[in-house]
């Protein structure tokens, strides 16, 4: 059960690889693009991907006991939508931006150029990857501290 | 007759979309429960793709098997998800077909290096990556509305300070 559900997801990466690649878009130059040039190329693929997933979650929503209480998701769980996973959602998005134009590119669309051969992509790659373990190590104990001053 | 067909960003968008929702309910896909608690009870689950979940399941999988004495996160995934090789090979095969190789010399890996260590930590404090930010926003979540509006920010702030150095000189 477990190989044929690892086997569709190999197969559903190949397909959003071959696509991602034939139209090169990248997910983090359209919030540049169109706020500074008005320009909506690399904006559609966001909105095409949004709406994809309202279409994809309104059909499917029934079949599974995960989306129970899919439309309209406002937790009401305590401890969820407290102030610290609101501070921690904003500092890691202004990080995540900053860095990621900075580098040139999001990291899909580090992988797909990676595939053809540009060399910052490849240590870009490896420091992802070792990225995990950084923040086990070290980043981890200093989010847990900030979490408990709130 | 491969250069004929080019796919357009928005089929591109909206095939991701309708994949990632078909591989959450049909495969139910999702991560591991934190602390007893079911992890849909906290945030909502929208794992069917997302680059930086992915790749912590597979280097989670990678460290318990081979050392055995550090196991990274404590959330991942109940299933390994491939997606990230199937990534890999699908732009490879691309590549190929369309003959679109750039090769060129490596201008500066320390800092590359860098950008990776940088990027993963802060994805690692947001919780997601752009793609899994939007698929949380179909989900109507007020914490992926926030996260949004502080990736826009962030990535203002850093055209304009690109476009001064760029510039000013």
């Known amino acids: ?150 | 007759m491969s250069q004929k067909i080019r796919v357009k960003t928005w089929q591109a968008g909206l095939i991701v979309g309708i994949l990632s929702a078909l591989a959450q309910s049909v495969y139910n896909l999702m991560p591991k429960s934190v602390e007893g608690v079911a992890a849909y009870k906290l945030a909502p689950v929208a794992y069917g793709f997302c680059m930086f979940c992915h790749v912590r399941d597979i280097v989670n999988i990678f460290m318990r098997n081979v050392f055995s004495f550090m196991t990274p996160a404590p959330i991942s995934a109940v299933i390994p998800a491939l997606t990230i090789v199937g990534l890999l090979l699908g732009a490879y095969f691309s590549a190929i077909s369309t003959k679109s190789f750039n090769v060129r010399k490596t201008v500066n890996p320390v800092l590359a290096f860098i950008y990776g260590l940088l990027v993963a930590s802060f994805a690692a404090i947001l919780g997601a990556c752009p793609i899994r930010i939007v698929l949380r926003a179909a989900y109507i979540d007020v914490i992926a509305f926030v996260g949004i509006a502080a990736m826009i920010v962030g990535a203002i702030v850093a055209s304009e300070l690109l476009l001064k150095r760029a510039g000013g000189g």
């Open chain 1, 1 to 150: 059960m477990t190989l044929i559900v690892s086997l569709a997801t190999l197969i559903a990466g190949i397909i959003i690889g071959y696509l991602w690649q034939r139209s090169r878009s990248c997910s983090i130059s359209g919030y540049r693009d169109f706020f500074l040039f008005r320009d909506t190329l690399f904006m559609r693929t966001i909105i095409g991907m949004a709406l994809g997933a309202l279409t994809g979650y309104l059909l499917f929503y029934r079949f599974t006991p995960l989306m129970a209480d899919f439309p309209l998701y406002l937790h009401n769980e305590p401890g969820a939508n407290s102030l610290s996973s609101l501070i921690l959602a904003a500092i890691g998005g202004l990080g995540y931006a900053f860095f990621s134009v900075l580098a040139e590119g999001c990291p899909l669309r580090q992988h797909v150029n990676a595939t053809t051969g540009n060399g910052m992509s490849i240590f870009y790659l490896i420091g992802f990857y070792c990225g995990v373990l950084f923040f086990w190590l070290i980043v981890s104990n200093i989010v847990n501290i900030f979490i408990r001053l709130f």
